[in-house]
């Protein structure tokens, strides 16, 4: 089970996706866009800047905040580290339809550093200011794990499960080389989406976009996925 400390669930959230104290009449809150601003913020808030040589902060505290929103809704998170503080999280989705293969969905925690002198606002506030929300990450890429995020919640809740199986990963150390999430390629075995050799044709969502291969790969930095 995930650990670490507690985080206010985002606003309109339910904890379990049952009905809480107060408002037994109201159905449960089933819209992705009811928490992704406050997921984001709370992403934003949490300090992962990356200096390229593990004297950062990590990304331990926001990949237990991951882990936490996933398991609220009933999936099971592992979190991966390869390094202490370099912090990764994978959980598996299954779908409906065994015979299709996984799609991966995976977005970076970690940031770029970001001097609060240079900025309008504190980088690490994850304030919003005449509509827009600001902070470091909020465009690349803690707003894409935050909609994921809630994207997956809102589903969870629903009960409706995907036809294909989707595997998440919220992984450490994109912004310099990926070094701290790489090597566990080798625990998807069983996963099949990436092994030593890619023979089978697989489907992944990036920051980047989308996209299928069906040539042997040694790992997925080779196709320019991490």
């Known amino acids: ?14 904890q379990d996706g049952g009905m809480t104290a107060g408002d037994q009449h109201e159905p449960p809150v089933l819209d992705p866009a009811a928490e992704v601003v406050e997921i984001c913020r709370n992403l934003i808030r949490i300090d992962t800047t990356n200096t390229g ?34 912090t990764n999280v ?10 299709l293969p996984p799609l991966l969905v995976h977005g970076h925690l970690d940031v770029v550093p970001a001097q609060a002198s240079d900025w309008s606002y504190d980088p690490f ?12 990450g909020a465009v690349d890429m803690k707003d894409f794990d935050a909609m994921v995020l809630s994207v997956v919640r809102a589903r969870r809740r629903a009960g409706t499960p995907p036809r294909r199986t989707i ?60």
Not at 1 to 14: E, S
Not at 127 to 136: A, T
Not at 198 to 209: D, E, H, K, P, W
């Open 125 to 136: 506030a994850g304030e919003i200011v005449d509509g827009y929300l600001y902070g470091r």
């Open 167 to 226: 595997v998440l990963a919220f992984t450490a150390d994109e912004e310099a080389g990926s070094f701290a999430f790489d090597d566990e390629m080798m625990r998807w075995r069983d996963w099949k989406i990436a092994t030593p050799q890619i023979t089978a044709r697989r489907q992944l969502v990036t920051s980047l976009g989308s996209c299928s291969f069906d040539e042997p790969r040694d790992d997925l930095r080779a196709l320019g996925m991490f």
């Open 90 to 99: 994978l959980a598996r989705w299954e779908g409906t339809d065994s015979t």
């Open 1 to 14: 089970k995930p650990g670490g400390a507690r985080w206010p669930a985002p606003a309109l959230a339910r």
């Open 53 to 86: 040589d593990d004297t950062g902060p990590g990304e331990r505290k926001a990949a237990e905040y991951v882990a936490e929103l996933l398991a609220e809704v009933g999936l099971e998170p592992e979190i991966v580290e390869l390094s202490p503080g370099r």
